[in-house]
């Protein structure tokens, strides 16, 4: 493959969004041009008033295989990424079986991935209780980071973790080097919240939310801004649902401390003032909480306490959502939103004065530093990855399951109509998605830096 030229009048750069030919050769990008520097003999494709992204990076994905490819797969997850602009997915140690809390289990991840994906992936590793012993060979086997949970994860395969085991793991993660992402929730206030609820009518979303009280969000948190002061680890919190979380945090980071935030589309686009009774599609954990709590977590990111923003793709089948009988308590807690992401949060940041190179350094830029793979992925540079999402921000659309890709098409999104389109997605110079089509056979490939040493700071 020889020279390429895309060009674009608005193409987000780190340097802001300007006309400009980007160079591609190979899988790489060569260059970032002025289009009147092309010469004639190089192949060009011009997308003209078409935005042109680098292709987004998900920090937080559920792909669920091997063990639970009835939820999900990597074939159906980086299908729906692709159609949502995603060019890289980092997946989460579970709820595939095995976990992947040791090697042997990421063995078996890339074993299952093997000529599935669409798109680029890269696996987190898990901290459970016990298997501190696993931490540093996972991350010397090339884990971008670790994932653990202080509330139960609704599984039995992946135990959560208490201070004590904690204390346990974090001198192998700091060793590591590596983020520690911290599902932040303790059980106490839930627990004590849940009790209080035994009779309540939990078809209810307000019962739900009850249920899993802000409180007990923001003693997770203050319980690991104490222990990443003391371990010196770097902090990443998961999906922040409370806006009450972003003064102890920025507070935290304010001293000096290791931390990044995240939070997800759901959270910035959906209040509890509008999930209807019984509709459980909206279920995940933390919960959707009010509109005022959404508007500040808009200003969070505003002010940059907020990071990045992650999917949390989390599908199940349609049965465990328990639509049927709309019962908030037994329905599995997860939102679906590879496809979807991108609109939804370009349809509410426009609204509030945001640009795409807002989006771009949420959705692809900060989530590729997380992961660690910020010199190959997440921005159009020259040297980085040919990874490009063609965009068109002024069109709309109907949220249709026939949009969705993921296995099973439950969706918190449907019949919403979204504002921004993605046209193509190719990943290291390759098509992989046009107008809803998926070009070529499954070409995306694990995430491995070029030395492997760098993923292990010792
Ligand atoms: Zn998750």
């Known amino acids: 493959m020889g020279l390429k030229a ?12 300007r006309p400009a030919a980007v160079m591609v050769e190979e899988e790489r990008i060569r260059a970032v041009a002025s289009p009147s520097e092309i010469p004639p003999s190089v192949d060009r494709e011009d997308f003209g008033n078409l935005a042109l992204l680098p292709g987004l990076v998900d920090s937080h994905v559920h792909i669920n295989e091997p063990g639970r490819t009835e939820w999900e797969g990597f074939e159906t997850a980086t299908r729906a990424a692709a159609a949502g602009g995603y ?5 989460m140690p579970l709820n595939s079986i095995p976990s992947t809390t040791n090697v042997e289990a990421l063995e078996a991840k890339r074993e299952a991935a093997r000529g599935k994906c669409s798109v680029d992936w890269a696996a987190w590793g898990g901290v459970v209780r016990g298997n501190q012993q696993d931490i540093e060979p996972l991350a010397r086997a090339g884990v971008r980071g ?7 994860p609704g599984i039995e395969e992946f135990s959560m973790v208490s201070e004590a ?3 346990k793991s974090l001198p192998h993660v700091a060793r590591s080097g590596l983020p520690l992402l911290v599902h932040a929730e303790l059980p106490g206030p839930v627990d004590a919240a849940t009790e209080q609820l035994q009779t309540a009518d939990w078809t209810r979303y307000p019962t739900y939310l009850q249920s899993r009280p802000d409180e007990a969000e923001m003693a997770a948190i203050q319980l690991m801004i104490t222990l990443c002061r003391e371990y010196g680890f770097h902090l990443h919190i998961v999906h922040l649902a409370t806006a009450r979380g ?7 980071r304010g001293e000096g401390l290791p931390i990044t935030v995240e939070t997800c589309p759901h959270y910035l686009h959906l209040t509890a003032e509008t999930i209807p009774d019984g509709a459980t599609q909206c279920k995940c954990a933390p919960p959707i909480r009010d509109h005022a709590s959404r508007e500040q977590l808009w200003q969070g990111l505003r002010d940059g306490i907020i990071d990045l923003v992650a999917t949390d793709h989390s599908p199940c089948p349609p049965s465990m959502k328990r639509m049927d009988e709309g019962n908030f308590q037994t329905a599995w807690g997860g939102i679906a939103s590879l496809s979807m992401a991108l609109p939804i949060m370009w349809t509410e940041a426009r609204q ?12 692809a830029e900060q989530p590729a530093k997380l992961a660690g793979c910020q010199a190959h992925k997440g921005q159009i540079s020259p040297g980085y990855d040919a990874d490009l999402l063609v965009f068109d921000p002024e069109a709309e659309f109907q949220v249709t399951s026939d ?3 993921h296995r099973h098409a439950v969706s918190s999104y449907l019949g919403e109509t979204l504002r921004g389109v993605v046209k193509r997605t ?5 098509l992989v998605f046009e107008d809803g089509e998926f070009p070529g056979r499954p070409s995306g490939r694990e995430f491995a830096p070029a030395s492997p040493e760098m993923s292990v700071r010792r």
């Open 6 to 17: 895309f060009l674009s009048r608005r193409v987000v750069t780190p340097q802001g969004m």
């Open 87 to 91: 060019t890289m997915l980092i997946d």
């Open 146 to 152: 670790f994932k653990c949970f202080l509330v139960h």
């Open 165 to 167: 085991d904690l204390r």
């Open 246 to 252: 972003l003064e102890p945090l920025q507070a935290a």
């Open 352 to 363: 509030r004065g945001f640009a795409l190179t807002d989006i771009v350094r949420w959705m």
């Open 403 to 405: 949009r969705l890709h």
């Open 426 to 430: 190719y990943v290291r110079g390759k």
